[in-house]
């Protein structure tokens, strides 16, 4: 039985941690920007799912209109993303630790934002995220042996069915052969008439929607509530998965992911009092990683100019 835990635990962590650092190494991939306000958009996320979804539209909100909510909470949150990216990001962008600098101020203006407008709009500043009570989504199906919930299932095949049209996105469209061409060469691509500014904007939009429904989906298939300060492990998160996988491969993010949730999974199961250090595995992860191969799994090493 614990094998079987193990398994489907990790898979399912796996594939919303790969979606989450999806976000982070494609406006890194595509723009060379390292947002540290990507856990941000997680924490929005979930709260803009809890608001639209359960405040104004009350508990017994039907699973369809959930998924509605889900679409709208990450399309609010992407336009938050690439607004941020214009107003703030864009004036500094080529200096990295300018941008480095102003990311994590954005992420503390909107942790403060939410506390300021959360925390006196409801009396629960703290609401826990989850699907319609009584819906399938709450009940259980046994995989294995194991009693699986089903918004757990949920949560894994809309991680992969994303990550799969977002491979399609790039591969197939005008817009994704774009993003190609700029993460390869920026002044080729400009030379060729692709507007890098309004991609950036769009990148960064897409960045922190992925970013926000992996904060929802993991809100609705655990027991975390919504925290204005929640942000902070799904960026330490990203940027261990990133590191493992190599920094701009999305094929590395995929991987990653799977490796840290099964990693997390392993170590909550088999080490006494393993659930309490579980948070520190992506850190142990990328430390070993930075010191035994710098360039990650499919990344290229950075070398510091002489």
Same mark, same amino acid.
């Given at each position: 039985?614990? #094998?079987?835990?193990?398994?489907?635990?990790?898979?399912?962590?796996?594939?919303?941690?790969?979606?989450?650092?999806?976000?982070?190494?494609?406006?890194?991939?595509?723009?060379? /920007?390292?947002?540290?306000?990507?856990?941000?958009?997680?924490?929005?996320?979930?709260?803009?799912?809890?608001?639209?979804?359960?405040?104004?539209?009350?508990?017994?909100?039907?699973?369809?209109?959930?998924?509605?909510?889900?679409?709208?909470?990450?399309?609010?949150?992407?336009?938050?993303?690439?607004?941020?990216?214009?107003?703030?990001?864009?004036?500094?962008?080529?200096?990295?630790?300018?941008?480095?600098?102003?990311?994590?101020?954005?992420?503390? #203006?909107?942790?403060?934002?939410?506390?300021?407008?959360?925390?006196?709009?409801?009396?629960?500043?703290?609401?826990?995220?989850?699907?319609?009570?009584?819906?399938?989504?709450?009940?259980?199906?046994?995989?294995?042996?194991?009693?699986?919930?089903?918004?757990? /299932?949920?949560?894994?095949?809309?991680?992969?069915?994303?990550?799969?049209?977002?491979?399609?996105?790039?591969?197939?469209?005008?817009?994704?052969?774009?993003?190609?061409?700029?993460?390869?060469?920026?002044? #080729?691509?400009?030379?060729?008439?692709?507007?890098?500014?309004?991609?950036?904007?769009?990148?960064?939009?897409?960045?922190?929607?992925?970013?926000?429904?992996?904060?929802?989906?993991?809100?609705?298939?655990?027991?975390?509530?919504?925290?204005?300060?929640?942000?902070?492990?799904?960026?330490?998160?990203?940027?261990?998965?990133?590191?493992?996988?190599?920094?701009?491969?999305?094929?590395?993010?995929?991987?990653?992911?799977?490796?840290?949730?099964?990693?997390?999974?392993?170590?909550?199961?088999?080490?006494?009092?393993?659930?309490?250090?579980?948070?520190?595995?992506?850190? #142990?992860?990328?430390?070993?990683?930075?010191?035994?191969?710098?360039?990650?799994?499919?990344?290229?090493?950075?070398?510091?100019?002489?």
């Amino acid at each position: 039985m614990l #094998i079987e835990e193990i398994i489907l635990f990790g898979a399912i962590s796996g594939g919303v941690y790969a979606l989450l650092a999806l976000g982070f190494t494609l406006i890194y991939g595509i723009s060379g /920007i390292t947002n540290l306000a990507h856990g941000s958009f997680y924490m929005l996320g979930a709260y803009m799912f809890h608001i639209l979804g359960f405040r104004l539209l009350g508990s017994d909100t039907p699973v369809s209109t959930s998924f509605v909510v889900l679409i709208l909470a990450a399309l609010i949150v992407g336009i938050i993303g690439s607004v941020a990216y214009r107003l703030a990001i864009h004036p500094v962008l080529g200096d990295e630790v300018a941008v480095m600098v102003v990311t994590v101020c954005l992420a503390l #203006i909107f942790q403060q934002l939410v506390l300021l407008i959360v925390g006196l709009t409801f009396r629960d500043p703290t609401p826990s995220v989850k699907w319609p009570p009584g819906s399938f989504l709450t009940t259980s199906t046994n995989i294995l042996g194991v009693n699986l919930e089903n918004s757990k /299932i949920l949560a894994f095949a809309v991680s992969l069915g994303l990550f799969g049209c977002l491979l399609v996105f790039i591969s197939k469209t005008k817009i994704g052969k774009a993003m190609k061409a700029v993460s390869q060469d920026r002044e #080729i691509a400009m030379l060729m008439g692709i507007n890098t500014k309004r991609l950036y904007m769009l990148t960064m939009a897409l960045s922190a929607s992925l970013a926000a429904i992996a904060g929802i989906l993991i809100t609705t298939s655990t027991t975390y509530s919504a925290l204005a300060p929640m942000w902070r492990y799904p960026l330490a998160l990203s940027f261990s998965i990133v590191i493992l996988g190599g920094l701009g491969s999305i094929k590395g993010s995929l991987i990653g992911g799977f490796i840290i949730g099964y990693a997390e999974q392993t170590v909550a199961n088999t080490v006494p009092q393993g659930g309490a250090i579980v948070g520190v595995v992506p850190l #142990i992860v990328m430390v070993l990683v930075l010191l035994l191969k710098p360039k990650g799994l499919f990344g290229k090493r950075i070398e510091m100019e002489e």
